[in-house]
């Protein structure tokens, strides 16, 4: 089967997306190794400084000049909101919730980059979307509550995850004006280059931790750096340079899914049928948000001939 030439940017955005979820998945289950070592802040140093080393040689093969000016207002604002702000917060708050109740409060950020999306880019929030993004919400609420543990969780916790979603949320939003002026790669990282300056006040800590860390806690800090910071976040600015934001925030509804899976296999925490049956939920929703309306052809107007049925070319089959 051959695909047309029209229909390759949508697979290869799609590609994209399914790199970003996954690696973003594995990156739950690595916070929880290398935080037990590290503190927020400095963990959201080390990851930022090790994802922009790899992207600053990446730009340097590359030869990725620096952005145009009209880009920089884009990405400034999300390499301080969800480069930096977004990964000190995020740390923080997982470790005063459990991560069922991380994951649930971090879940609203897709719902508000939809709403800021149709308010600030003018994006359509179509049945779909709407009617996806539903389910997959109900999924994350079912895996949060199964994952919940008893008095696992601080109210100061909750509002530290909920300000991650929100910088979340906006950061998104902030990069999608300056996709269309920059490379998904410069956006990318010049982003992390801000963010690593906005943590830099934790540099002496980083130092402090890095000194009695073992070394799988620094090697999974690194790891958050190069795959699920500098890999995922390109090819997600790749898949949303491509897309609404709307739509992209909607995919990442499969994340749980994957923590799910992958804690399973990597930690060896057996999930109950609740969280299986979230989990579930969370793909279903991501499928019917991403599905389209298939177009079909208009009637002929009266006292025209009906069009000829189209014949398929074997080549193109």
């Known amino acids: 089967m051959r695909f047309t030439s ?77 480069f930096g702000f977004y990964m000190v917060v995020l740390n923080w708050g997982e470790q005063r919730v459990d991560a069922g109740t991380a994951a649930l409060v971090v879940n609203v950020g897709p719902i508000l980059i939809a709403l800021l999306g149709a308010r600030l880019l003018g994006d359509a929030l179509p049945p779909r979307l709407l009617a996806g993004m539903a389910v997959s919400f109900a999924g994350a609420v079912t895996v949060g509550l199964s994952m919940s543990g008893e008095g696992g969780s601080s109210l100061f916790g909750v509002v530290l995850c909920l300000l991650a979603a929100v910088a979340y949320a906006g950061g998104v939003v902030a990069q999608k004006p300056a996709l269309a002026h920059a490379s998904a790669l410069q956006v990318t990282t010049f982003g992390c280059l801000v963010g690593a300056v906005l943590c ?44 609404t934001a709307g739509r992209m925030g909607a995919t990442t509804y499969a994340v749980p899914a994957l923590v799910v899976l992958m ?51 074997p080549e193109r089959v």
């Open 200 to 243: 830099l006040p934790f540099a002496g800590q980083l130092v402090r931790d890095a000194a009695g860390a073992p070394t799988s806690a620094t090697l999974n800090m690194v790891y958050l750096g190069v795959f699920p910071t500098a890999l995922a976040f390109t090819t997600w600015a790749y898949a949303l340079a491509r897309t």
């Open 6 to 82: 029209s229909r390759r940017p949508d697979l290869l955005a799609a590609g994209a997306a399914t790199v970003t979820v996954v690696l973003w998945a594995s990156a739950f289950v690595s916070i929880r190794s290398a935080g037990e070592a590290y503190a927020p802040g400095a963990l959201a140093l080390g990851r930022l400084l090790s994802g922009a080393l790899a992207l600053g040689v990446i730009c340097l093969l590359r030869r990725e000049g620096v952005p145009p000016r009209s880009a920089w207002r884009g990405i400034a604002l999300s390499g301080v909101l969800w």
């Open 263 to 313: 804690s399973w296999l990597a930690l060896g925490e057996v999930p109950g049928i609740l969280t299986l049956a979230g989990g579930a939920l969370c793909l279903a929703g991501v499928a019917v948000s991403r599905s389209r309306r298939r177009r079909t052809a208009a009637p002929p107007e009266r006292g025209e001939p009906a069009p000829e049925p189209r014949r398929e070319d």
